[in-house]
């Protein structure tokens, strides 16, 4: 069973740092790599896909990358604003199936 | 383009009573899947369809059943609910020959009392 953690739990950052995000998983089979934001009480918005065939994705301030052979993914946010305040959630498919889930990191952005 | 569509938001049962949720996938979407999250976890499987049919379980008793639609749409339906079974229940879906992003409903926030 694919086993995701998330490091660290919480985070808290004055607006205009760089910050980085961690998520760890068990089985290097993993097919894709997805991260999400989750606002209090709501879904899960897609930010970045890895696809099995890469090793980083970009989308304005964010940035991914993962690592199949030490089972490791970052995610990257540039120049942090209180508005990207929010629950991080990363997971991951063996192909085909069902996704797995880390508990997240909740930032908070301070202005 | 309309995205992920669950209904309803909020609702609130009592033990032992029946409940059903459901979900419209993403045009274009044919794969539809269900999670459980409860407060201050992630989102845990249930179950996937894929053409009408059940493709995978997670680790959820049969109290929990489910059912695709031609048009891809998709019921969670669970019975003899407890109090455990209070959380946020996430409808995703994507399409099954492409990238495989998931993408999520704003999901049906489900109080057992």
């Known amino acids: 069973k694919q086993e995701v953690t998330q490091i660290p739990a919480a985070l808290s950052v004055p607006e205009g740092e760089n910050l980085v995000l961690n998520c760890s998983f068990t089985?290097?089979?993993?097919?894709?790599l997805q991260w999400f934001r989750q606002d209090p009480g709501k879904g899960l918005t897609s930010l970045l896909l890895?696809?099995?065939?890469?090793r980083e994705q970009t989308s304005g301030r964010l940035n991914a990358s993962l690592d199949k052979s030490s089972g490791r993914s970052t995610l990257y946010i540039a120049a942090s604003q209180p508005g990207d305040s929010a629950t991080y959630l990363c997971a991951g498919p063996r192909a085909g199936n069902q996704f797995y889930f880390g508990t997240g990191t909740s930032l908070t952005v301070i202005p | 383009d309309a995205g992920v569509t669950q209904s309803p938001t909020h609702l609130i049962k009592t033990r032992g009573q029946q409940v059903t949720l459901r979900c419209s996938p993403k045009?274009?979407?044919?794969?539809v899947s269900w999670y459980q999250q409860a407060l201050g976890q992630g989102p845990q499987f249930i179950f996937q369809?894929?053409?009408?049919?059940?493709?995978q379980r997670g680790n959820f008793p049969d109290r929990f059943s489910g059912h695709q639609f031609p048009n891809y749409s998709s019921e969670l339906n669970v019975n003899a609910l407890l109090l455990g079974d209070s959380a946020l229940y996430l409808c995703?879906?994507?399409?099954?020959?492409?990238?495989?992003?998931?993408?999520f409903g704003e999901g049906s926030r489900l109080t057992v009392l």
């Open positions: 045009s274009g979407h044919d794969t």
């Open positions: 089985d290097s089979a993993i097919y894709n």
């Open positions: 369809y894929y053409e009408e049919e059940e493709r």
């Open positions: 995703a879906s994507r399409r099954t020959r492409a990238t495989g992003e998931l993408f």
């Open positions: 890895i696809q099995s065939s890469q």
